[in-house]
């Protein structure tokens, strides 16, 4: 038996008085393509960081690759790619520094594939020597994209990767993440407000609510109306954007 | 109340508050305490003429601190781009208030003082210069930090100025002349303080100096040489798999003890070198003034090394993405592992910029000619200044109750706390001051960094992905 | 036999029917009209997600189901070809099919000609002049 990637029993997390995560169950397997949505302020980034062990829990358990986050071994750490919200992390490095930098963390580097990225989405030499500061928003984001992408992680976890991209950046990120990414099996949770991607290159959705995920399913059931868990009252939604909205709300 | 006195009331306090929530509440207590406290002093042991005296120049100088360090900085932030070009009048208010504050403080210190005219007249040039320097500093102009470094030696100037000159300054006039001839160069140095949006307003936000980020003087942007600097040690670090190393480079720039050690080093060879220059010249008051500067320039390398400490102790209050080190293989896995190498690394760097400083300032004090009881001395200020050494051993995951002022004043009160008791130790046992408040230092030093050390590895993970407030 | 480049397909990703469906409607819109003859082959999974920017496994059900209805076959070493049916050109049965693909667009135009309030002969004239038109 393949052990999950991402395996969450009744985790909870508190923020003074606030519950952001209120006893979520989850389970995420080999190879698939999830798509994490939910309200602003809903928790998907509080999730995610709970997820990896970046933020501790108040309760609960997380197990990814069979191994609980605070004392992840290097093999597993090495399988894992993070994008993060925030794309100015290292902001006082060059591309290439931030790149040397955690190419010396990481075990496996794909070269070939960070040089290729680096040209195709328009990271142009004069650009890789200037620090990160200085460079917009959206080339920013697309650096961080390349930073988790460059060591072939098996488990893909971005948050809002393409929230600063114009279309053309969401279309060379789409082809990547299809090519490069999906046709090898790797596991991917993304979560956007872009839903038209979602659309396009997820397989299932999880919707989350009140600090639990609340429908979670293959996205073409949902659309159909055919779900496993039909939320009351929602028959033959017309498109994600509605069912967003009517199991949000 | 006027509105205008309102809107200059509020100013001041949204200023304060950028700097620190508690600022003014603080000012404004602290303030008069410490006034009363030195009127009531002097009245004691001198008398009410300078009771007043001092009265009033402990508020002036207060309130320039408070000027220099609080509301300017704040002021700055204030006046952002779009503040300065579209919110109306709000630059021309700031202006306003920052200039009165000034002249009001310096002519309140010129009062003070007003015992030796010409002593008055160097000191009211010399507070004037410093003031000016420190604002450029406190608000991250580079001229700042050029003002400053000149102008500290010359407070042992008096002994130097011809009597033809002392005699000019006596003149009743020449103090009013004189103030209002600094005026212009004043306002000159306000006005580029606050710009007025526009492409130099942009390069100075980016620049984001050492000095004027009192919560936490990191960020910088330094020259080219420095990145230079920082480059090939980041390339070494990467290159040798050094974790603690690259650890520091995770958490910022500039932290590395690489640029402290350099830039210790070449302090005291600037120092070296002006003595040099002035025993080339054959001077006849050489030597003294050797050993007027040299004792205030052999504390600069101490000053440095506190501000590398302070820069460590607040390694993570702007986040900065060290919380993807967790994921990285290489890193130690578990919070205990990974808080022993971040505080090993922490303290190796500390003790490394202080070895440092120690090694420049007995150096500097021997070759200016200094006698084996400066030297003593020396060394135990350089002890008394270990103390800051503690503040990088804390737990991280928590923000920081303290911004850097508060903590290195935390670090003088601890050497505070040691003279004293060389001093009760003085009295039973009559064994020099200095000496034994050093030791006392020493001893402090060790245990505290025995029991933070331990706590450090104990408390949760150094870079969560956010502050465990 | 023909290779069909990847370009062939389209798809609108905000619309109400899933994308796979919308693939399946597309090819068998196709393979009625001819455009797509049995024995040609379909570009792979892989080109057409790549084109389209969408999941390979999404292109990969819309084939599977087109097999599974004996539109599609696949053949070993070339790929997904289109099925030999027996094809009556004036068959009713063929008729009633290619209708049935046509109904829903009609039925649209249908509705929105009535929220236009434009009588039956006057849409019936504009569709006969549309028909007569080539490409």
């Not at chain 2, 700097?19 to 406290?37: D, E, F, G, K």
């Not at chain 2, 070759?367 to 990088?392: F, H, K, N, Q």
């Not at chain 2, 993970?461 to 956010?466: I, L, Q, S, T, V």
Request: positive net charge.
């Amino acid at each position: 038996m393949t052990v999950l990637p991402i395996q969450m029993r009744g985790v909870a997390r508190r923020f003074d008085s606030k519950t952001v995560l209120d006893g979520l169950d989850w389970e995420v397997g080999p190879g698939q393509v999830i798509g994490l949505l939910g309200r602003n302020g809903a928790g998907k980034s509080t999730l995610m960081e709970c997820l990896l062990g970046l933020r501790e829990i108040d309760g609960g358990s997380i197990a990814l690759f069979g191994e609980s986050p605070d004392a992840l071994s290097d093999a597993t750490r090495a399988r894992i790619g993070y994008v993060p919200q925030k794309s100015d992390l290292f902001d006082w490095m060059t591309p290439l520094q931030m790149l040397d930098y955690f190419k010396a963390l990481y075990p496996r580097w794909n070269d070939a594939k960070v040089e290729a990225l680096l040209g195709r989405w328009g990271i142009d030499v004069a650009m890789r020597n200037r620090p990160i500061r200085r460079l917009s928003g959206g080339e920013q984001q697309r650096l961080s994209i390349i930073r988790a992408l460059a060591h072939d992680p098996d488990l893909l976890v971005l948050d809002e990767p393409v929230s600063a991209l114009d279309p053309a950046g969401r279309r060379d990120f789409l082809t990547e993440l299809i090519d490069g990414v999906i046709e090898r099996g790797t596991t991917v949770v993304f979560s956007t407000h872009i839903l038209t991607d979602l659309e396009r290159v997820a397989l299932d959705v999880a919707f989350l609510k009140g600090g639990r995920i609340v429908l979670e399913g293959d996205l073409d059931d949902l659309l159909d109306g055919a779900a496993g868990q039909v939320v009351n009252g929602v028959h033959q939604p017309k498109s994600l954007e509605d069912l967003f909205i009517e199991v949000t709300r | 109340m006027s509105p205008r006195i309102a809107l200059y009331g509020l100013l001041w306090r949204a200023a304060l508050a950028q700097v620190h929530p508690y600022a003014h509440r603080i000012v404004l207590w602290l303030t008069p305490v410490l006034s009363l406290a030195a009127v009531v002093l002097a009245w004691k042991v001198y008398g009410p003429a300078t009771a007043a005296s001092w009265g009033a120049n402990a508020l002036c100088s207060m309130t320039l601190l408070t000027w220099t360090w609080g509301f300017l900085p704040g002021a700055f932030k204030l006046n952002s781009p779009a503040n300065a070009q579209l919110t109306p009048g709000m630059r021309a208010r700031l202006l306003e208030l920052a200039m009165t504050v000034w002249m009001l403080c310096i002519a309140g210190l010129a009062l003070a003082n007003a015992g030796s005219p010409s002593d008055v007249v160097l000191r009211v040039v010399w507070w004037m210069v410093a003031s000016l320097g420190m604002a450029l500093a406190a608000t991250g102009n580079g001229a700042g930090s050029v003002v400053i470094l000149a102008i500290w030696p010359l407070m042992g100037l008096p002994s130097v100025i011809p009597d033809w000159a002392h005699a000019m300054m006596a003149h009743p006039a020449f103090l009013p002349l004189l103030a209002a001839l600094l005026v212009a160069p004043g306002l000159l140095t306000i006005r580029t303080i606050f710009p007025r949006a526009g492409d130099r307003h942009w390069r100075q936000l980016e620049k984001r100096n050492v000095w004027r980020d009192t919560d936490g003087l990191r960020n910088r942007e330094d020259g080219r040489f420095m990145r230079w600097w920082q480059a090939r040690s980041l390339r070494r670090a990467s290159g040798r798999r050094d974790l603690g190393a690259m650890l520091l480079h995770g958490g910022g720039p500039g932290l590395q003890v690489g640029g402290i050690v350099l830039g210790i080093a070449g302090l005291g060879l600037v120092g070296l070198a002006l003595v040099g220059l002035m025993h080339l010249g054959d001077y006849s008051r050489a030597a003294e003034l050797a050993l007027e500067m040299g004792w205030m320039w052999s504390l600069l390398p101490l000053i440095l090394f506190q501000m590398h400490t302070l820069m460590l102790a607040n390694l993570t209050e702007k986040p900065a993405g060290q919380s993807l080190l967790r994921l990285a293989p290489a890193m130690p896995a578990t919070a205990p592992r990974f808080n022993r190498l971040l505080a090993s690394t922490l303290l190796r760097s500390s003790l490394l910029a202080w070895a440092m400083a120690t090694v420049t300032a007995l150096a500097c004090s021997i070759l200016t000619g200094a006698g084996g009881d400066e030297v003593l001395m020396v060394a135990s200020m350089c002890c008394l200044a270990l103390p800051t050494m503690i503040l990088p051993l804390r737990n991280h995951a928590h923000r920081s109750r303290y911004n850097s002022v508060l903590q290195w004043l935390l670090g003088l009160a601890i050497a505070g706390v040691c003279l004293l008791v060389a001093v009760v130790v003085r009295g039973v046992l009559a064994l020099p001051v200095f000496p034994i408040a050093a030791v006392f230092s020493v001893l402090l030093v060790v245990a505290m960094t025995a029991r933070r050390y331990r706590s450090m590895v104990r408390a949760p993970f150094a870079f969560p992905a956010g502050r465990l407030d | 036999m023909t290779s069909h480049s990847p370009q062939l397909f389209s798809i609108v990703p905000s619309s109400t029917e899933p994308i796979y469906r919308q693939l399946v409607e597309q090819v068998r819109r196709l393979v009625a009209g001819g455009q797509l003859a049995p024995g040609d082959a379909l570009p792979s999974v892989r080109e057409v997600a790549l084109q389209l920017a969408v999941n390979p496994m999404t292109v990969s059900k819309a084939y599977g189901l087109l097999e599974l209805e004996s539109v599609l076959e696949r053949r070993r070493g070339v790929g997904m070809l289109v099925a030999d049916r027996p094809r009556k050109r004036s068959g009713e049965g063929d008729i009633n099919a290619r209708l049935a693909l046509l109904r829903p667009t009609l039925e649209r135009a249908a509705r929105e000609a009535r929220e236009l309030e434009l009588d039956p002969d006057t849409v019936l004239s504009l569709f006969k002049n549309l028909l007569k038109e080539s490409p």
